[in-house]
């Protein structure tokens, strides 16, 4: 843990923020730290996702319980996780940090909240599907320990996740289902 982080009170977190599960009070600001995230696709050959509408406030509110936030100095989020057990692991829905606060460890430290809930409740593996050629998406997760699956060893629901990516124009040649081992 680094002197940053102890000042934040959480393990990982940067300071001046907080990494906390989400609140009720949080949800409808996350819609705008997605469409802020979203702005680091305009520069790339993806800028359409960048037009993408985000997720639903009623989509984040089913996922409290396994939903994290980055919140700074004035407890307001700048960026979010959230997950579910799915197949006897925990698959990450989706990680989007606002643009002015990217590149300072809050992916990161999302990252660790939930592999620390997964172990706390017993999973062995948390997963995620991604760009594999994006470098803040597949090679940064696989700087963080996880490891492309090939298709033959996805379970089901990854197969699906992927497919369903498909349906809403990503090409499935640059996707990739990624898993961390738990130690």
């Given at each position: 843990?680094?002197?940053?982080?102890?000042?934040?009170?959480?393990?990982?977190?940067?300071?001046?923020?907080?990494?906390?599960?989400?609140?009720?009070?949080?949800?409808?600001?996350?819609?705008?730290?997605?469409?802020?995230?979203?702005?680091?696709?305009?520069?790339?050959?993806?800028?359409?996702?960048?037009?993408?509408?985000?997720?639903?406030?009623?989509?984040?509110?089913?996922?409290?319980?396994?939903?994290?936030?980055?919140?700074?100095?004035?407890?307001?989020?700048?960026?979010?996780?959230?997950?579910?057990?799915?197949?006897?692991?925990?698959?990450?829905?989706?990680?989007?940090?606002?643009?002015?606060?990217?590149?300072?460890?809050?992916?990161?430290?999302?990252?660790?909240?939930?592999?620390?809930?997964?172990r706390r409740q017993?999973?062995?593996?948390?997963?995620?599907?991604?760009?594999?050629?994006?470098?803040?998406?597949?090679p940064y997760y696989?700087?963080?320990?996880?490891?492309?699956?090939?298709?033959e060893e996805q379970?089901?629901?990854?197969?699906?996740?992927?497919?369903?990516?498909?349906?809403?124009?990503?090409?499935?040649?640059?996707?990739?289902?990624?898993?961390?081992?738990?130690?």
């Amino acid at each position: 843990m680094t002197d940053r982080s102890r000042r934040t009170g959480e393990p990982g977190a940067p300071a001046p923020y907080r990494i906390r599960p989400t609140q009720a009070a949080d949800l409808a600001r996350l819609p705008d730290v997605e469409r802020s995230a979203g702005e680091r696709f305009r520069a790339s050959d993806l800028a359409w996702v960048a037009g993408e509408p985000p997720a639903l406030v009623e989509s984040h509110a089913r996922h409290l319980g396994w939903h994290w936030v980055a919140a700074d100095a004035d407890d307001v989020p700048v960026a979010f996780l959230f997950a579910r057990p799915c197949g006897g692991m925990v698959h990450i829905g989706e990680i989007s940090v606002a643009l002015p606060h990217q590149g300072r460890g809050l992916g990161r430290a999302l990252i660790a909240a939930v592999c620390a809930e997964a172990r706390r409740q017993g999973f062995a593996k948390v997963t995620l599907t991604t760009y594999r050629d994006i470098a803040w998406n597949g090679p940064y997760y696989a700087s963080l320990g996880f490891r492309e699956m090939a298709p033959e060893e996805q379970p089901p629901f990854l197969r699906e996740q992927l497919a369903e990516e498909a349906r809403h124009g990503h090409d499935p040649a640059r996707r990739a289902a990624m898993v961390l081992a738990l130690a």
